[in-house]
């Protein structure tokens, strides 16, 4: 096996202490430098010395998105701003962007961290590499740029669109690997196929693909599209971006961390409590290294799972599993964490369901319970109810439901069956979860 770094196949004893020494400093870092840190950790009573190992780790606060908002554009920063010499960041809701920043140290760290990705992935010196990920605050397209010249790869900074441009260079530069958003390779392949060209027939036989959640099926699709092996990349501006994660092509079985950057924690989102490997909640990364942005236990709103079992590989990084979804839509149901996107594929394996549907969140004492609103089809409501929800049908049909979310979920919920075409219509993106649990209704999404 070959390794583009030491690092990746150190002992776990080994790891540990580069780790607690990293930790040590970066949090005495942020307590004398960023305001914000020192007064975050004094609420928890907690001092620099305190930490002594990594279990220590989680008597420190955790750090969230809106902290970075309320701190726009430069008041979390551990350096002086003359210090910096990259910025990024990343669109958000209110219109101001999240700003991250890195010193010179920083961006050879990350372009390291990239490097190795490249060369997990199956990348070379020599190679060429084209980079259709975004270049601009985004950090997509000059975080792999970065690592791909550190490794010596031939660089396209092809960026995003364009996707005639995209197709006529890789016919002409014949790159090894390509890089880019899943859904965006896709596109490239199947514009291909519209101009007469196999896209495998290309000389592209590694793809590194991210910043989206996709899936296996995905993968499938893609690899036999381009006759390529494809692989997942994780990160976020936050954390550094691109290179916090990264599949070996070996075995392309969970993400293999760059913890001697990124300190990973998984975490229940509702009692802040770290969850032991192999359980399912929050993605949290301390970062070790970072200079001029480091963050202390950031919460990702990602939801994965950690194992820190050496992979078939040979790498003994901490590993993660794909990111299952996003905190936000995760309803947790007397302990049961459920996403809404289970609930519809059981819906959608019923013959007698519309995929049209709510969730209508009530407090029953202490407890949340959860009330699907789902619409019949209109051939059954007509032809079997007859035009009627109080046929003893629909009462059948409504146990049959119950029992296979039960089945399949392990949570009861309460079944309204509703006439076809009665629930709203969304244009975009649809409301599945109707919020009752507060006194005045709110929707969210
Ligand atoms: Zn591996």
């Not at 040590?24 to 007064?39: A, D, G, I, Q, W």
């Not at 079985?253 to 300190?263: M, R």
């Not at 969140?361 to 789902?374: F, S, Y």
């Amino acid at each position: 096996m070959a390794f583009y770094d030491q690092v990746e196949t150190l002992s776990l004893e080994e790891k540990e202490k580069l780790q607690t020494y990293h930790l040590k400093s970066t949090v005495k870092l942020v307590y004398e430098n960023v305001p914000f840190y020192r007064k975050a950790f004094q609420e928890v009573d907690v001092k620099p010395e305190d930490i002594q190992s990594l279990n220590d780790v989680q008597k420190l606060p955790f750090t969230q998105k809106h902290h970075l908002r309320e701190n726009y554009p430069f008041h979390l920063l551990a350096v002086p701003l003359n210090e910096v010499v990259r910025l990024h960041g990343s669109s958000g809701t209110s219109g101001k962007p999240t700003v991250v920043a890195y010193t010179q140290k920083d961006l050879e760290h990350w372009s390291s961290i990239i490097a190795r990705s490249i060369y997990m992935a199956g990348g070379r010196k020599g190679d060429l590499l084209h980079n259709a990920y975004g270049y601009g605050l985004f950090t997509g397209g000059l975080g792999l740029h970065g690592g791909s010249e550190k490794l010596g790869c031939v660089t396209v900074p092809i960026s995003g669109g364009n996707t005639q441009r995209q197709i006529t260079l890789i016919q002409d530069f014949k790159p090894r690997v390509i890089c880019g958003t899943p859904s965006y390779i896709m596109n490239i392949g199947e514009t291909m196929k519209k101009m007469g060209i196999d896209p495998a027939s290309t000389s592209i036989q590694y793809a590194i693909l991210g910043s989206e959640p996709w899936s296996e099926e995905m993968r499938k699709n893609l690899e036999t599209m381009f006759n390529m092996k494809a692989m997942d990349i994780y990160g976020l501006s936050e954390v550094i971006g691109p290179g916090v994660g990264m599949e070996c092509v070996e075995c392309q079985n969970g993400l293999h961390i760059a913890d001697d950057h990124f300190y990973p924690e998984i975490i229940d989102p509702i009692t802040l409590e770290c969850l032991p490997d192999g359980e399912e909640g929050e993605l949290v990364f301390t970062t070790l290294q970072k200079e001029a942005l480091p963050v202390i236990r950031y919460r990702t709103g990602d939801i994965a799972s950690l194992t820190r079992e050496p992979c078939e590989c040979g790498r003994t990084t901490a590993r993660m599993s794909r990111v299952k979804g996003r905190v936000d839509d995760m309803l947790i149901i007397r302990g049961v964490n459920v996403f809404p996107s289970e609930i519809e594929q059981c819906i959608l394996k019923m013959d007698e369901l519309d995929c049209h549907y709510q969730l209508h969140l009530v407090k029953n004492g202490a407890l949340d319970e959860v009330a699907l609103h789902v619409e019949l089809k209109d051939e059954y409501y007509t032809l079997d109810l007859h035009g009627d929800l109080n046929h003893p049908h629909a009462s059948l049909l409504k146990g049959k439901i119950q029992q296979t979310l039960k089945q399949e979920m392990l949570v009861s919920m309460d079944v309204h069956l509703k006439e076809p075409g009665t629930l709203p219509r969304f244009e975009g993106k649809a409301k599945r979860i109707v919020d009752k649990r507060k006194s005045n209704e709110r929707i969210s999404s």
